[in-house]
């Protein structure tokens, strides 16, 4: 069941100790090196960052890759202590979108029972949720999913959850879907694209792939843009131009992807699935056959 702005209180106040004094703070590197190196170290903790879609048809990709960020700052920050992550929605996404899709999240490697979920209609329930979310020192990361343009989402509402980040230690993500870049003290705004992924060996479906610009960063520069994988098994992004400089090493060549660009390389093929294979036969059982020539 989905709890209400008010049962989220009571949750959350049980969830923190009175004397609780933790404050989280330094950065958490994403796994791509020229990210990292752009952010000066990674992502900064307890700090307001923000994911805009760049078309509302992009919207389940800034939700994959807020995902797989909350997904590692519990994983990387506080692994023995499997904190819960709180994920605010307005019903107008849920509307236009969907609902979260368990299978989905624990593909991005999000326990989905590990995730508070919150619905609410006007956006200034969604704000006092997540200023309450994110009071709380407790937990693992807080996302705040948002749609169009608010007025209430103004610059004194991101104020006031930077403020509150920065007291708790905790690491919100404002997700902005159907709207163009507004006025924030974010410290760092990314604009998110899907983006046609690698398949693995056998043609198998590739891992989650992101178009990512860096539209603002507070620590330096900005502007670029990577395309990176989700690899859930190690719970860190991979830069696509990084593995394909490894891979074609000794070739004297090197592959750069731009993006909107289709990653295809026929001079680096899948690899067939590794094991023995039993043949099927065209007119009976695999088992039937099996028996007959005495395989298996």
Not at 26 to 43: M, N
Not at 179 to 197: D, G, H, K, L, N
Not at 241 to 261: M, N, T, V, W
Request: net charge positive; hydrophobic share 40%.
């Amino acid at each position: 069941m989905t709890p209400s702005v008010t049962q989220l209180q009571r949750q959350l106040e049980a969830l923190t100790p009175s004397n609780h004094t933790y404050r989280e703070r330094g950065q958490l590197a994403l796994g791509v090196p020229a990210i990292d190196e752009q952010l000066k170290g990674g992502l900064p903790l307890a700090h307001l960052h923000e994911a805009y879609a760049a078309e509302v048809s992009d919207m389940a990709a800034s939700s994959g890759f807020a995902a797989a960020l909350a997904q590692r700052l519990t994983a990387q920050k506080h692994p023995k202590e499997n904190r819960p992550v709180v994920w605010i929605r307005q019903t107008m996404s849920e509307s236009e979108m969907g609902r979260l899709y368990p299978h989905g999240l624990c593909a991005i490697g999000l326990d989905p029972a590990r995730l508070i979920t919150v619905h609410v209609h006007k956006p200034i329930h969604l704000l006092s949720a997540g200023l309450e979310a994110v009071r709380c020192a407790s937990l693992g990361a807080v996302l705040i999913e948002a749609w169009g343009d608010p007025k209430e989402l103004d610059l004194t509402a991101t104020r006031r959850l930077a403020l509150a980040a920065e007291q708790s230690g905790i690491t919100p993500l404002l997700l902005r879907a159907a709207t163009q870049e507004q006025p924030s003290t974010a410290f760092t705004r990314w604009q998110v694209r899907s983006a046609p992924s690698r398949a693995l060996d056998a043609n198998a479906p590739g891992y989650p792939t992101f178009d990512l610009t860096l539209l603002r960063n507070k620590a330096g520069t900005h502007g670029r843009s990577w395309r990176v994988e989700w690899h859930h098994d190690l719970g860190q992004f991979r830069s696509i131009e990084d593995q394909f400089d490894i891979a074609r090493q000794g070739k004297q060549a090197s592959y750069k992807p731009h993006l909107g660009e289709q990653v295809r390389d026929e001079s680096l093929p899948g690899k067939p699935v590794s094991g023995a294979v039993v043949p099927f036969s065209a007119r009976q059982p695999a088992a039937a056959a099996e028996r007959r020539t005495g395989t298996g």
